[in-house]
């Protein structure tokens, strides 16, 4: 597959060092508070077959984010994600010259709030945990404008979680799931890969893949969304990033990341950053 060397902001929101089959214990947890911001307005959109769509308005997307696990047993775990959006749209493109263009404005609210309990089903040499994931509608909407902050629709989702650490220095683990949506959206496969890597005691850094692809073809379409490349319908993608996290002695620590994509449908052609600030207790 040809590498697109423009980068994928990432639809979806998830915590810089989260997932894979290992559980905190019992009233053991991680909190992390997390912003994720694009490098600029975006005015290209990805779609299939490695071609692009040139957007009306340039779109600024922002996201800022609390994210809980805690441990019920020392086998289950629960997880919580609260995301807060801010996105935007600004001055007219080429396009919109020959085109009516949507008006221009700016909308903040909730996006999709997640909750997911986790069990440990194997703790060998192998780890093996399994999960069910919801996302709740709670997204704030203005649809004359092609602005939301959030998926339209509510989803569960049911996840297998697999890992090794190869040594102390050396971990991989892959999450693979079905998340099912309401509201007519196109349910679809989750997979997320990471291979992780302890360069000082306190300094990890890790490589992820992470695929979105749909499994069912369903009727929601509202063409203003597909003007601004918000949470629509159909949204893919093939996805690659860096992540690093530096934690001091008192288990409160801070993380990075960037994110790339091989290939994309109806997500945004620009790059994403993100940094966080966590506490393990």
Same mark, same amino acid.
């Given at each position: #597959?040809?590498?697109?060397?423009?980068?994928?902001?990432?639809?979806?929101?998830?915590?810089?060092?989260?997932?894979?089959?290992?559980?905190?214990?019992?009233? *053991?947890?991680?909190?992390?508070?997390?912003?994720?911001?694009?490098?600029?307005?975006?005015?290209?959109?990805?779609?299939?077959?490695?071609? *692009?769509?040139?957007?009306?308005? @340039?779109?600024?997307?922002?996201?800022?984010?609390?994210?809980? *696990?805690?441990? !019920?047993?020392?086998?289950?775990?629960? !997880? @919580?994600?609260?995301?807060?959006?801010?996105?935007?749209?600004?001055?007219?493109?080429?396009?919109?010259?020959?085109?009516?263009?949507?008006?221009?404005?700016?909308?903040?609210?909730?996006?999709?709030?997640?909750?997911?309990?986790?069990?440990?089903?194997?703790?060998?040499?192998?780890?093996?945990?399994?999960?069910?994931?919801?996302?709740?509608?709670?997204?704030?909407?203005?649809?004359?404008?092609?602005?939301?902050?959030?998926?339209?629709?509510?989803?569960?989702?049911?996840?297998?979680?697999?890992?090794?650490?190869?040594?102390?220095?050396?971990?991989?683990?892959?999450?693979?799931?079905?998340?099912? #949506?309401?509201?007519?959206?196109?349910?679809?496969?989750?997979?997320?890969? *990471?291979?992780?890597?302890?360069?000082?005691? =306190?300094?990890?850094?890790?490589?992820?893949?992470?695929?979105?692809?749909?499994?069912?073809?369903?009727?929601?379409?509202?063409?203003?969304?597909?003007?601004?490349?918000?949470?629509?319908?159909?949204?893919?993608?093939?996805?690659?990033? !860096?992540?690093?996290?530096?934690?001091?002695?008192?288990?409160?620590?801070?993380?990075? @990341? =960037?994110?790339?994509?091989?290939?994309?449908?109806?997500? @945004?052609? #620009?790059?994403?950053?993100?940094?966080?600030?966590?506490?393990?207790?």
């Amino acid at each position: #597959m040809k590498l697109i060397t423009s980068t994928l902001f990432i639809l979806y929101t998830s915590t810089l060092f989260a997932g894979g089959p290992w559980l905190n214990k019992k009233k *053991e947890g991680f909190f992390q508070l997390q912003s994720t911001f694009p490098a600029g307005a975006y005015s290209h959109l990805f779609l299939k077959n490695n071609e *692009e769509v040139e957007l009306q308005r @340039a779109v600024l997307d922002y996201t800022f984010q609390a994210y809980l *696990e805690y441990g !019920i047993t020392n086998k289950l775990e629960l !997880i @919580a994600t609260l995301p807060y959006k801010i996105v935007a749209t600004q001055g007219v493109t080429q396009k919109a010259l020959a085109t009516e263009t949507l008006p221009g404005g700016r909308l903040n609210g909730m996006g999709n709030a997640n909750f997911a309990l986790k069990y440990q089903l194997f703790t060998k040499s192998l780890k093996i945990a399994t999960s069910i994931q919801s996302s709740l509608n709670t997204a704030s909407k203005e649809l004359d404008k092609g602005l939301i902050t959030g998926y339209a629709a509510n989803s569960i989702g049911f996840y297998l979680h697999f890992g090794k650490g190869f040594s102390k220095n050396l971990y991989s683990f892959i999450d693979v799931g079905i998340n099912l #949506m309401s509201n007519n959206f196109n349910d679809y496969l989750a997979i997320h890969y *990471e291979l992780g890597y302890q360069i000082k005691p =306190s300094f990890w850094t890790a490589f992820t893949l992470d695929l979105r692809e749909s499994i069912t073809t369903e009727s929601y379409r509202v063409e203003n969304l597909r003007q601004t490349g918000l949470y629509t319908n159909n949204q893919e993608y093939f996805a690659f990033g !860096i992540k690093t996290s530096y934690e001091l002695k008192n288990k409160v620590g801070f993380t990075a @990341a =960037s994110f790339g994509a091989f290939s994309g449908n109806y997500v @945004a052609k #620009m790059s994403t950053f993100s940094l966080g600030i966590y506490k393990k207790w």
